[in-house]
């Protein structure tokens, strides 16, 4: 009987380039894996299986290898290499215990081209060769460098006596899509955790139009990763292939590699929210540190320094030996201890309370009230509070229109009256396949804020970010709406924007951001420093007497105050003696993905997609899968719940 070879393929090889330790617990089940929660939603909102598609229809005649047994795949692989000229989709190629899957591997004589798609944006003009002012590779594109040099070095191993060249394919944001309809001939069909792309039949290189991915070619800056060092261990780095014989021989005999801790700990996907578990998968997360630290359960009760928000200097701090939280210094954040002034907290405050909670006033958690009220001086009632819900879809709706441009498909709108009654006023949600909504969406927005002149508030840049886009397409349209100059002239009036580096423009209704306020104003130790709206929520919800009160009864619903919950629900709910996430309290947007899916939607997105990945996933599903018109109802209504909570 032959033994089933274990392969340190692409994937496995990715994570031992993050951290060598993860590759003794991939594909373990007893050990957690978030990974396995947001691949799936998160490709599906970002678009990677539309791209992937994209990628084979411009190489006509390639012919698809996706056997997934190792070793029929790389008979069938090699059995089409005999062939002077092919392209090849999934092409599967071993070198010794080293194995790796191509997306697009063309060859013409001796030549090989080894193509890696990616569904990222490029941009010749922003991120040409890939490298920095110093020379060194830009860390957003890294991980795709490694990816393919890997691939590279496995290929010119296994195919002797070719010239083995390296490309990335990536979607051109300089680029813009010359038909309409285009992203609708790309179907999705889900079945259980695999996702299908059905492409309309008729669908042709010349039907495409202008083409939206860019090869770029990345033969030196994989020369450059083969000549470099990766880290196999504590103060163990070694030349790329000698790490690589490291990374394989520890995954053959199911070895784990040394704990290398780093700040890149605290999103690892094997880390589990509480440490130990019972009857539950285990944490690899705790499992490192406990070697490395020689720590025990207690140790991990409080904070440690991977909770520090939004600090840059963790790495350093763990090196030092600087792990728990109480353990940082003022000297450390290089902070004066100073308390907040007129202004509200600044980053360092938050950071410091994090390590020492000890704020002005004690408590459990840090109001200024008087700040507060300063920042509200000059508010309005009506009080107007909006979410929006947007995608960013890769292959573009319309004509003219380039990849990942913003599309708004829904917004949420409550007003808060003087005497202090909330009402869900209005909301919007275009879902239509194929319909293009930004334009009715500013039209709607409009609407519905132009009855009076009460201050408009949001959390975080999003909705004002949004708004400007939006901005600019119009200005930017070569068949713009006729009543164009009216909605530049609405988004004008209730956003800023930055005409110099120096210079910021406010409308006379500008938008308040409510998360610039809690950053200034509020802190409480369950939000880590962090200001999410998903962590500041449930924070307030205990520490507000008056939340607790108001929201502690089933009142909230029912006509005259909600647009989608019939039956009052009570958000404040405590179970266990913990006070619930009010977000846990409303049904889950699909019937065929798990919760934990669905919250995990976000962490596989890349950065310039982050936030909104569950909302991004459920309207790519509504946009390209064949759907029932009661699921298709069932996931409408999904949204609209999640964004009026919002």
């Known amino acids: ?155 010119e191993a296994a195919l002797l006596g070719h010239q083995v060249h390296a490309f990335l394919m990536l979607v051109d944001k300089e680029q813009s899509s010359t038909v309409d309809g285009l992203n609708q001939r790309f179907k999705v069909v889900v079945e259980g955790r695999r996702l299908k792309v059905q492409v309309t039949p008729g669908t042709t290189p010349e039907s495409l139009g202008q083409c939206l991915l860019a090869k770029v070619p990345v033969d030196g800056q994989v020369d450059m990763i083969l000549s470099s060092t990766l880290a196999v261990g504590p103060a163990d780095l070694r030349p790329f292939r000698a790490a ?24 690892c996907q094997f880390k589990a929210p509480s440490w130990p578990l019972a009857e539950q998968p285990k944490s690899g997360f705790h499992e490192c540190w406990s070697q490395a630290f020689n720590w025990g359960e207690p140790d991990f009760n409080g904070s440690t320094v991977l909770d520090l928000w939004n600090f840059h200097g963790k790495t350093q701090l763990i090196d030092q030996g600087v792990l728990k939280a109480n ?78 441009e913003i599309t708004a498909f829904q917004f949420s709108h409550h007003v808060v009256h003087e005497d202090g009654r909330v009402e869900h006023r209005s909301e919007w949600l275009c879902a239509k396949p194929g319909v293009d909504p930004n334009i009715d969406f500013v039209r709607a927005l409009r609407d519905a804020l132009s009855n009076d002149d009460g201050t408009i508030f949001r ?85 507000s007497i008056v939340l607790r009160e108001t929201y502690g009864k089933a009142t909230y619903g029912g006509k005259g105050v909600s647009l989608n919950f019939v039956e009052p629900i009570a958000w404040w709910q405590e179970r266990d003696g913990q006070v619930m996430d009010p977000y846990a309290l409303l049904p889950p947007v699909f019937d065929d993905v798990s919760r934990d899916e669905t919250d995990a939607a976000d962490e596989g997105l890349s950065e310039e997609l982050k936030e ?23 996931i409408e209504n999904a949204l609209l719940r999640y964004c009026e909570l919002d």
């Open 459 to 543: 959390w975080s840049a999003h909705e004002n970010t949004v708004l400007n886009k939006l901005r600019e397409e119009l200005l930017a349209s070569a068949a713009p709406p006729p009543d164009k100059d009216a909605l530049v002239n609405f988004i004008e009036s209730i956003t800023s924007r930055s005409v110099s580096p120096k210079e910021k423009i406010h409308g006379p209704r500008t938008m308040v951001d409510l998360c610039d306020i809690a950053e200034k104003f509020y802190f409480h130790p369950s939000t880590k420093g962090s200001n999410s709206l998903k962590k500041v929520l449930p924070a307030l919800m205990k520490s």
């Open 1 to 155: 009987m032959n033994q089933v070879v274990r392969y340190l393929t692409k994937s496995r090889f990715k994570l031992a380039a993050e951290c060598p330790r993860k590759l003794y617990y991939t594909g373990k089940k007893d050990y957690l894996d978030r990974s396995l929660d947001d691949s799936f939603l998160a490709a599906l909102a970002e678009g990677g299986y539309q791209v992937g598609e994209l990628a084979c229809l411009i190489h006509p005649g390639g012919i698809r290898v996706d056997d997934l047994d190792h070793q029929v795949a790389l008979a069938k692989t090699a059995e089409l290499l005999q062939q002077d000229e092919v392209t090849i989709f999934e092409a599967a190629i071993a070198a010794g215990n080293l194995f790796v899957r191509v997306d697009v591997l063309r060859k013409s004589g001796t030549r090989i081209e080894v193509i890696e798609v990616k569904a990222k944006s490029y941009s010749a003009k922003k991120d040409g060769d890939f490298k920095g002012a110093k020379g060194q590779l830009k860390s957003d594109f890294l991980p795709y460098l490694q990816d393919v040099a890997f691939q590279r070095y496995v290929a």
């Open 327 to 404: 353990q940082v210094t003022l000297d450390d954040l290089k902070f004066d201890g100073e308390e907040p002034g007129v202004d509200g907290m600044t980053r360092k405050h938050r950071q410091w309370y994090v390590c020492q909670p000890a704020w002005p006033g004690g408590g459990e958690y840090y109001f200024d009230g008087e700040g507060y009220l300063n920042a509200r001086a000059g508010w309005k009632f009506p009080l107007h509070c909006i979410d929006f819900e947007t995608s960013a879809v890769a292959i573009p709706f319309a004509s003219g229109r380039h990849p990942y």
């Open 612 to 634: 909104g990945g569950a909302a991004m996933a459920a309207y790519a599903r509504l946009q390209f899968e064949d759907l029932s018109d009661i699921r298709r109802a069932s």
């Open 244 to 267: 690589v014989d490291a990374f394989a021989l520890a995954y053959s005999q199911d070895t784990p590699l040394l704990p290398l801790p780093s700040s890149a700990c605290g999103g």
